[in-house]
């Protein structure tokens, strides 16, 4: 979101010179937090933001991931080759934490891209009793998505409250009670310590 935002300000600030968008998915840029509950309910295939690219003279480069960055070269390694640049805008968004232990262990998915989300809609529409860690924006989104479903769920947040580091105590200590209201059970100060099938 960083990156499509930062690309279209430099259009709308006037800037001439090229602006190319570089991404590892297949997909249109899209907003995550709303791609959970929406593809997640098979409400919408995707949440693409409305933008006209080619208007905008903005070279989008999809499904090609960078490898590296050679900053004293201003190069970025991607598996087709070599990018240049003359200025480089990082914004890559945060990646999921894997639990240790968690690989190859049925039924524990991660939930950052369209193509995750997709891979989650059956697991709701068999309404499993569901387990999210992190209690963050996606989080959320994907705690509402699973209670709308039918599914029951329980969300476990290392920190003491939910969006602890996004947000203010008394913005996010509101949220705690949003939990509650959706008929999610929220466990604070809960780290996750290791995860066993079933």
Known sequence: MAGVQTAVALREQGFAGTVTLIGAEPHQPYDRPPLSKAVLLGKA??????????????????????????PADHVLDTAEGPVGYDVLVLATGAEPIRLPGTEGVPGVHLLRTLDDAERL????????????????WIGAEFATAAREAGCAVTVVEAAGRPLAGALPEEVAA????????SGAALRTHARVERVEPG
């Not at 949440?47 to 050679?70: C, H, K, M, N, Q």
């Open 174 to 181: 509101r949220m705690a009670g949003w939990y509650a209201d």
């Open 45 to 70: 295939e995707g949440s693409a933001f409305d933008i006209d690219f080619e208007a905008l003279g903005i070279d989008l480069t999809l499904g090609r991931e960078v490898t590296g960055v050679r």
């Open 121 to 136: 809609r059956p697991v709701l529409a068999a309404q499993h009793d569901i387990v999210v860690v992190g209690a963050g």
